[in-house]
């Protein structure tokens, strides 16, 4: 939406109108949006004081991007703004058990029915990727354990990644990029051979932890953006390295990813 045309805008606008909300929380703030829930009429609009906070009557002073606290708890500050409610700490996800047959589906035709490793080797900002060879090198020296599988996933945008990880590998992986959408990518991170995912800082790895599925995350302190502070995952079992990308060698993930299996 915030890429879409004039008229898209106009559409969505008249949308929120006719809900007749009583209560908006925007969490990114949004010139847009909230100068929309003003001239709809929601009485009670809450945000970051920041890209026309003016137009909310509950708002904060954002300083998300100095990452003080995780984004969960900034959220959560906000949402305090407008309710008491008491958060207890879960994320529950609902996984869709007909997404989850088939991703078993697909493993299983690939000879992943056993012990899996999921790489996802792609970002939306390339600064942060770690070394697509090393991903390759890290691949070889984990399928060299004999039952180990690495399974590539990510998104369609990712192809070009993941066959340069394909061919750089001397043990074969299996290509699943492209493959499955946010449904079956989530019904993945809920099976129970699928160990852990290997992955710079991303949203494929936000979704693994909270599913269950540990992560080791490497996180490029030399970019802006890029804290575990902020985005880090929040269970017991993950790792985090944080370096600057081009540092974080082999071994280091090797020994996190090692550190993940033990515990």
Known sequence: LLKSGVKARIETFRMIRRARFQLAVVSNPDKFFHAALFFARIPHRAGYRRKWGFFLNHALAD????SLRHE???NLNLVRLVSDAHWDGTLPLAVD???REKV?????HRGAEDMVIAFHVGTTNPRKRWPIERFSELADKVQADSGVKVVLVGGPEERDAGEMVFRQTHISVVD???EFNLRELAAFFTLENVKVLVSSDSGPAHLAWMLGTPAVIFYAKDVPGSNPVRWGPRDEKSEIIDKPVLDISVQDA???LERVLCK
């Open 104 to 108: 078993k589906e697909f493993l299983s």
């Open 97 to 99: 058990e007909r997404a």
């Open 72 to 74: 969960i708890d900034s």
């Open 63 to 66: 300083d998300k991007g100095e």
């Open 176 to 178: 699943a990029i492209g």
């Open 254 to 256: 090797q020994d996190a």
